[in-house]
């Protein structure tokens, strides 16, 4: 009988561990995608939620994978202040935007090329609260376009425009045209009476 209620008493034991840790974890909220035009800057944003107060000894990691799934690399790193990279492809190109107090932890990175397209990943650690989700997003980095949207949407609408008042000034002088040659009929009319 000792053997049964102690296995239960682990396992209730267990399952209140397991809530606690759960309840204890950091939430992390990023975009799933965030399209960017090439050279341009992008702010990657990120926010948490966590169980604690926001601790001095926040950290926060975020990482980058590009598209071919070649090894993470080190984007950016927040403990006591932001650390800019020492190395890589980001090393001058990412500025902190974050505001600790209002749990937003968000980069900017800057001159985004084609080799910036990947995932990005963002993680915090806000003590005691150790573990949590790891926010995703991936970054898609397309090329300019010489005629985008707005421009196709501002021709078809000028053209239409353009057609519209072409069409009713064709009216107003078939309409013109027409009332002289009733009036000249009339006149003839009158005079032949």
């Known amino acids: 009988m000792r053997g049964r209620t102690w296995l239960g008493a682990a396992l209730v034991l267990g399952a209140q561990l397991r809530a606690l ?10 975009a799933k995608e965030v399209f960017a035009v090439n050279g341009t800057n992008q702010r990657l944003k990120c ?31 927040y403990q ?5 990279p020492p190395a890589g492809r ?7 935007d974050g505001n600790i107090e209002r749990n937003d932890v968000s980069i900017i990175i800057w001159n985004l090329q084609p ?21 995703e997003v991936r970054l898609r980095v397309v ?4 005629f985008s949207e707005i421009h196709f949407l501002a021709v078809a609408i000028g053209s239409a425009s353009v057609l519209m008042i072409i069409v009713v000034a064709a ?6 045209r027409r ?11 009158d005079a032949e009476l």
């Not at 980001?90 to 902190?96: N, P």
């Open 21 to 30: 840790w759960l309840a204890a974890a950091v939430e992390v909220h990023t």
């Open 47 to 77: 926010t948490f939620s966590s169980s604690s107060p926001v601790s001095q000894d926040l950290i926060v990691t975020w990482n980058f994978q590009p598209e071919d799934l070649s090894s993470h690399e080190q984007v950016f790193h």
């Open 80 to 84: 006591k202040g932001p650390c800019k």
């Open 90 to 96: 980001f090393k001058e190109r990412v500025t902190w």
């Open 115 to 135: 080799s910036d397209n990947g995932t990005f990943t963002c993680q915090v650690i806000n003590f005691p609260d150790v573990h949590g989700t790891i926010g």
């Open 143 to 146: 090329h300019k376009v010489s």
């Open 171 to 176: 009216v107003i002088i078939c309409r013109q």
């Open 179 to 189: 009332r002289k040659a009733r009036d000249k009929r009339m006149e003839a009319a």
